[in-house]
């Protein structure tokens, strides 16, 4: 399972022009003034920064170490009483329970074998509430054919980055970031995984949406799968 290193220093620059407000939006309809949130592969807690200005009772999880320094240090300094762990998301145990647990960006496709997600369904499941919702995303066979033999080369105002994504097999991608941070010179590998929507199903919840690219129907040429599950 993907787990940022030296990246997590640079990911809140790179990933600055992605717009939070289409998964804020996705899930209102699901969201109550009271409602307690668990966002799983939190990153930096840009997401969970939102949804805490808005008034919610928020908690996120991350594997990286780096980044959930990161996402501890930004709460610090901005006075938000955010809970940050480091943990697997297949494998957590809190001793609490939430109204809605999400796992957006993808993060489902780090996990490599369909057995890591019934893990994960299973373990999400006895963090919910009753009646509470699992939502989450996952990209595209459309994505995923884009992805491939793609190269991303920007001049950020400190750092230089070389994101190069290529197909290893039928169902994998690998990223190979290179960042040049003047005379320091970092690279690393992440790889995601390819899952059919066919196979992202548990017997402890029930599928209540499914949407493409946020719209309210899911097209073959949608390049991100979105899910809203509750559980029974």
Known sequence: MNEYKKFAYYYDEVMADLDYNLWLNFIKPYVKPNSKILDLACGTGTFLTMLYLKGYSV?????????????????KINHFQIPFYVADMTN?????TFDIITCFFDSINFLKEEK?????FTTVYHHLSKNGFFIMDVFSK???DEYDHSNLKEDYQTFQ????TKK??????????TIIDGDTTYNEKYYEYFHEIKSLKHKNFKLIKMSGDFNETVKDDDERILFVFQAL
Request: glycine share 2%; net charge negative.
């Open 161 to 164: 980055i070389n994101w190069t």
């Open 116 to 120: 890591q997600i019934q893990k994960l």
């Open 168 to 177: 290893e097999n039928q169902n994998t991608l690998c990223h190979d970031i």
């Open 142 to 144: 459309t994505l995923f």
């Open 59 to 75: 908690a996120g999880i991350d594997l990286s170490n780096e980044i959930i320094d990161i996402a501890k240090e930004k709460a």
């Open 92 to 96: 957590f145990s809190l001793n609490d």
